[in-house]
């Protein structure tokens, strides 16, 4: 039974570390902006892509530094084009923005990649097989949660002990507060959008070391799971997203362990409608009375 | 809203028939396989759609994404209940020939589409309508996706035929009025447009709007919040399960898989490009949509060599990539789309006043 068991709960843990790193850039934006962000599930995507083509032709200590610069770059650009000149917008035409926004994305990697879905490289030792118990798995299995705790609490350091951090948390409680307070909202939402597809760039390179195909659409689904993550979590807290996730990476293995593989996504959504109705603001999340 | 005069009312009736009649006539003249009669006969059936969801989005102000999920639904009863009986053997052949072992009339299994996504919607609105704007947003396109992945289960597969294909079922070759495939979408969905557009002018609809301006507001005004929003979300649905076996109609093969998250996506940006809470603009950004995205810049993805000059950019694609810029504009610096909250027939009146609040 444990033998059987003991490969879906490693591949549990390791899929849930990368729906961690992505979902922090969620909850993180929607912590500040009150935004979901749709194009960050395509950030993603892209930071899988920009992976084939650099090292097709530089070697893999100097893309990975780079793909992660360009991630970034791509979610900096992304907020000053689609979601700042909406900012006094209604709530509504933000999200259609990031709906096209992500529409966008794909489309424009379509273009790029002529649809046709891209071998990702193997990265050095983390593509390499590995025993543990009776189960035999890739290094990143391992890696993944562990870098993802990392991550996560030089994260929960910088925002709770930089400057920068105090910004942030003083905009994510009151926006036009923090203005009058001569916070500079932009340079701390882009900010947010920095670190979040930073994060989504390392969890990139962690899920294709696992599923080693990329296409333009491959984003949109593990995008919604780290969001259901984020909201599972308590949205807006970020050891809520990174638990939260966790939670749902196993879940689906162990469904896909139980034969119901068609049931894996539609797991995640249950979760997600239960949560909402029976406790909205999640695990972890701050009290507001606004969201039911 | 101001009630329409007499002959305002024949005049628009009149220009409704001319336009059916111009359609007739681009069939016989032209033939039903001409691309125009092909973007005609989808921009009706995405039309009535796109209404559909604009009676939730734009009129009731409930920021809804699980179109795709009810349309489904539409699409699959009306599908399973008119394949032909002795098609079935050769349709389910993983499945030893079904379970349904009948076969309904089309009008009927297109209207009993209608009503199983509306008794599903009903069911789903229960919960769901307690959430707001994008909760309520990512929930029901949750649960799109879990219908999706239920009607793909194996167990159902003597119903749903699993994840295959349906087929063999009547499609708009098979209902040609006055010998013209294109008339029968453009009368169901110009019926199911005209009924949503009674329901807007009335009691109910203004009720719907002012829950869209200010839910406080209206509930102190004596408006039963959850019974309109629940009564305007099985509506919407309804129309979306008739637009779904619509779509199958077009199709001729329906599957489960197409009902993506991406389809919903398509319907939300033809109602902002034709204005949130405007029905014409609804309507003329479906046609114009789907003939874009379908026939007029198909040319985009063509590689074209003018006087021995390669134009740049002109690949397998770009057609795509064009499209959504465009679309981000719309969504960016044309927020109230063609129409905005107007009507394509209010347009002469001088301005009234502004209805604040359209896109909350």
Redesign the interface.
């Known amino acids: 039974m444990f033998d059987r068991i003991l490969p879906y709960i490693l591949a549990g843990i390791s899929v849930g570390g990368q729906y961690a790193l992505i979902a922090v850039g969620y909850t993180m934006v929607y912590g500040i902006l009150?935004?979901?962000n749709f194009a960050h599930g395509d950030i993603f995507t892209a930071a899988g892509f920009f992976m084939v083509y650099l090292t097709a032709s530089l070697p893999m200590a100097v893309s990975i530094p780079l793909v992660i610069v360009l991630t970034v770059a791509l979610g900096f650009l992304l907020e000053r084009a689609?979601y700042k000149?909406?900012r006094t917008?209604?709530?509504?035409?933000v999200?259609?923005?990031a709906?096209?926004?992500?529409?966008?994305l794909q489309?424009?990697m379509?273009?790029i990649t002529?649809?046709l879905a891209k071998q990702y490289p193997v990265l050095p030792w983390l593509g390499d097989n590995v025993q543990i118990f009776s189960a035999s798995t890739k290094v990143v299995t391992i890696v993944t949660p562990i870098l993802t705790i990392l991550l996560v609490i030089a994260l929960v350091m910088l925002i709770r002990y930089t400057k920068i951090g105090m910004a942030m948390r003083a905009v994510s409680h009151d926006f036009e507060t923090s203005q009058l307070m001569g916070i500079r909202i932009n340079s701390v939402i882009s900010m947010t959008f920095v670190i979040g597809s930073g994060l989504a760039a390392v969890g990139s390179m962690l899920y294709f070391t696992n599923y080693s195909t990329v296409t333009p659409?491959v984003g949109?689904m593990p995008g919604?799971k780290a969001?259901?993550a984020a909201?599972f979590g308590g949205i807006g807290s970020i050891p809520g997203a990174v638990i939260g996730a966790f939670i749902i990476g196993i879940c689906e293995n162990l469904i896909k362990a139980a034969g119901y593989t068609?049931?894996s996504?539609?797991f995640?959504?249950?979760l997600?409608?239960v949560v909402?109705?029976f406790k909205?603001t999640g695990l972890f999340g701050e009290k507001t009375a606004?969201?039911? | 809203m101001k009630k329409m005069s007499k002959t305002r009312l024949i005049v628009s009736l009149l220009a409704v028939l001319l336009l059916y009649a111009g359609a007739w006539y681009a069939e016989t003249a032209m033939g039903a396989n001409n691309m125009l009669i092909t973007v005609l006969k989808k921009g009706a059936v995405y039309a009535l759609i796109a209404v559909s969801m604009n009676l939730l989005?734009g009129f009731t102000g409930l920021?809804s994404l699980g179109q795709a999920g009810f349309m489904l639904v539409g699409a699959y009863v009306y599908a399973v209940f008119t394949i032909p009986l002795k098609r079935h053997a050769a349709v389910y052949q993983y499945y030893n020939g079904g379970i349904i072992q009948f076969e309904l009339p089309l009008l009927v299994a297109l209207i009993l589409g209608g009503v199983v996504a509306a008794i599903l919607a009903a069911l789903v609105g229960l919960?769901?309508l307690?959430?707001?704007?994008?909760?309520l947003?990512?929930?029901t396109?949750?649960?799109a996706?879990?219908i999706?992945?239920?009607v793909?289960?194996?167990s159902l597969g003597p119903i749903t035929n699993g994840s295959n294909l349906l087929k063999t079922y009547p499609t708009f070759s098979n209902t040609k009025i006055l010998g013209t495939t294109v008339l029968f979408p453009f009368i169901v969905s110009g019926v199911c447009i005209g009924l949503i557009l009674l329901l807007i002018n009335s009691t109910y609809g203004r009720a719907f709007k002012a829950i869209r301006d200010d839910e406080v507001a209206a509930e102190a005004m004596g408006i039963n919040l959850f019974k309109h929003k629940e009564l305007a979300f099985v509506i919407s649905c309804f129309f979306a399960g008739i637009g779904g076996a619509l779509l199958a109609m077009f199709q001729g093969t329906v599957q489960a898989n197409s009902f993506k998250?991406?389809m919903t996506?398509d319907i939300?940006?033809m109602v902002?490009i034709g204005g949130m809470g405007s029905v014409s603009g609804s309507v003329i950004a479906s046609f114009l949509y789907i003939a874009c995205s379908e026939w007029w810049l198909r040319f985009l993805d063509n590689e074209q060599v003018i006087n021995g000059f390669q134009v740049p950019l002109l690949?397998?694609?770009?057609r795509?990539?064009v499209?959504?810029?465009v679309?981000?504009i719309v969504?960016?610096?044309f927020?109230r789309g063609i129409m905005g909250d107007r009507e394509l027939w209010d347009l002469r009146l001088p301005k009234r006043k502004k209805e604040g609040?359209a896109?909350?």
């Open positions: 009150r935004l979901i689609a000149p909406l917008a209604p709530r509504m035409s999200m259609i923005s709906i096209g926004a992500s529409y966008l489309n424009l379509w273009y002529g649809g659409t949109a919604l969001f259901v909201v068609a049931f996504d539609a995640t959504f249950a997600l409608i909402l109705l909205p606004e969201k039911v | 989005n920021f919960p769901v307690r959430l707001k704007s994008d909760y947003a990512i929930a396109l949750g649960f996706e879990i999706r992945a239920v793909q289960w194996d998250s991406a996506y939300l940006l902002v690949r397998s694609g770009f795509m990539v499209f959504s810029v679309i981000m969504v960016l610096f927020r609040g896109l909350k």
